[in-house]
Nanobody, 121 residues
Framework: QVQLVESGGGLVQAGGSLRLSCAAS????????MGWFRQAPGNEREFVAA????????YYADSVKGRFIISRDNAKNTVYLQMNSLKPEDTAVYSC??????????????WGQGTQVTVSS
């Protein structure tokens, strides 16, 4: 069992930055690939980014490529999502997930509760 807790969300103006954190506890964090998803009201859950257990490979949705950076610190059992040049369309609840680098949410085994990100224009 892995417990995931996100933090770092909030309200930011367009063009601004936020860094989300996802702290993991439970079973060995380093053995899990990790991902970030987001869901805006009325929309389906959307893949944002993923990272392999070592951090050597990362994957991004086209909509965030070049603006967002996923990283992890296995010593701290934490995965991060650095979000730059934020746009109003980035507004959503962001959730981290463990168990895959897939773009499909149903391939992930464990989920956090999510953190709200709101980008004002």
């Amino acid at each position: 069992q892995v417990q995931l807790v996100e933090s770092g969300g909030g309200l930011v103006q367009a063009g601004g930055s936020l860094r989300l954190s996802c702290a993991a506890s439970g079973r060995t964090f380093t053995s899990y690939e990790m991902g970030w998803f987001r869901q805006a009201p009325g929309n389906e859950r959307e893949f944002v980014a993923a990272i392999t257990w070592s951090g050597s490979s990362t994957y991004y949705a086209d909509s965030v490529k070049g603006r967002f950076i996923i990283s992890r610190d296995n010593a701290k059992n934490t995965v991060y999502l650095q979000m730059n040049s934020l746009k109003p369309e980035d507004t959503a609840v962001y959730s981290c997930a463990a168990g895959s680098t897939s773009t499909n949410w149903y391939d992930y085994r464990y989920w956090g509760q999510g953190t709200q990100v709101t980008v004002s224009s």
